[in-house]
């Protein structure tokens, strides 16, 4: 997993109340998976025990002289689910809702293992906090490691296919 400055600001995030937390979970970037032995059976057990989620990007976003654009590729990407995506067992779910990892005295994670977006987010006095790699750069990360996200998925639809 890439190692990123400690950008924590309690103060700022508490004043706000973990708007960002509330809403939607941060997405992670593929290396906290390649870093595993089975980079694809690390993500299923977190699919398995519903802490995470895939979540669905479209298209391909433009990059000059890197990628084309293709609006109609899905790209899949993890992130922890909500409190109701992880009690319905279903991803996608649009509404937003609290991080399974968010406690009344915020993230119960420890700086390094939360996702990627989480770490990058800059808090910001005005709550205008603004992120270097979002969304789009996570879809670009993940795009050439949809096998990991495949065999996960694969392993999940196995493990929920052997439940009574
Ligand atoms: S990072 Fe920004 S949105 Fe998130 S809790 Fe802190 S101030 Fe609020
Ligand atoms: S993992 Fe932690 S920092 Fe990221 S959205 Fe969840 S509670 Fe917030």
């Known amino acids: 997993m890439n190692a990123l400055k400690n950008n924590e600001h309690r103060s700022i995030c508490a004043r706000c109340g973990g708007q960002c937390c509330r809403t939607r979970p941060g997405i992670e970037s593929p290396e906290r998976f390649q870093a595993q032995p089975d980079p694809a059976t690390a993500l299923a057990e977190l699919l398995i025990r519903r802490e995470w989620i895939l979540e669905t990007h479209y298209g391909v976003p433009y990059t000059p002289g890197v990628t084309a654009?293709?609006?109609?590729?899905i790209i899949q990407y993890p992130r922890p689910a909500t409190m109701s995506e992880q009690s319905k067992n279903s991803a996608g779910i649009t509404a937003a809702d609290d991080c399974v990892y968010l406690t009344p005295v915020g993230c119960s994670l420890a700086f390094d293992s939360r996702p990627r977006m989480c770490r990058e987010l800059i808090p910001d006095s005005c709550f205008e906090c603004e992120t270097p790699w979002g969304r789009r750069e996570a879809?670009?990360?993940?795009?050439?490691?949809?096998?990991?996200?495949?065999?996960?998925s694969a392993t999940l639809a196995v493990q929920k296919g052997s439940q009574p």
Do not use: F, S, V
């Not at 654009?69 to 590729?73: A, K, L, Q, T, V």
């Not at 879809?139 to 996960?152: E, P, R, S, T």
């Open 139 to 152: 879809a670009l990360a993940w795009l050439h490691h949809q096998d990991i996200i495949q065999a996960a």
């Open 69 to 73: 654009p293709d609006p109609d590729r």
